[in-house]
């Protein structure tokens, strides 16, 4: 088990030595079967996480999340700090990315992929919330051409 020692004025978590702990304790703590150490690999951490964007419009789009940690790990996104649930426009692969098929910016109901997205991992012992992406759309600009009839260059007539 985990117990506090106070040393001097230090306040120190002492864990366990889980080498010398037997199957039922661990499994009673919680720790999988076989693990020997989990003063590391217990912790989540990103190994890859989104970044700022600007994307083609209705072309496809995908935003990085990816956790090393102990499984079972779950990843959910959030658009403008609510949650998003998978559907047809954006949908998270099993490598915890994001996907859009077709990233727009605007759809015909009003909504628009552009925003601030970031992706949370959760497991037994926690959980970790990547840095906000912020993702634009591309835009194009006009053209504009100019079309001269007639120009004076203040030439004097000959």
Excluded at 12 to 36: F, S, T
Excluded at 41 to 69: K, M, N, R, Y
Excluded at 117 to 136: D, H, M, P
Aim: hydrophobic residues 35%.
């Amino acid at each position: 088990m985990w117990r506090l020692k106070l040393d001097y004025e230090e306040l120190c978590l002492v864990k366990p030595d889980l080498g010398q702990m037997d199957g039922a304790n661990k499994k009673r703590l919680g720790y999988p079967a076989g693990v020997k150490d989990l003063s590391h690999s217990s912790e989540l951490a990103f190994t890859v996480e989104p970044s700022d964007h600007i994307s083609v419009q209705e072309q496809p789009l995908v935003l990085p999340c990816q956790v090393e940690g102990i499984q079972p790990i779950s990843i959910t996104w959030r658009k403008n700090g609510a949650m998003m649930g998978n559907s047809e426009d954006a949908f998270t692969l099993a490598n915890g990315s994001l996907y859009f098929p077709l990233f727009q910016k605007l759809r015909g109901d009003g909504s628009s992929d552009e925003g601030e997205y970031e992706c949370t991992a959760r497991n037994r012992f926690g959980l970790v919330v990547s840095r906000k992406a912020r993702i634009q759309a591309a835009s194009k600009s006009r053209s504009c051409s100019l079309q001269i009839s007639s120009f004076d260059f203040g030439a004097e007539k000959a």
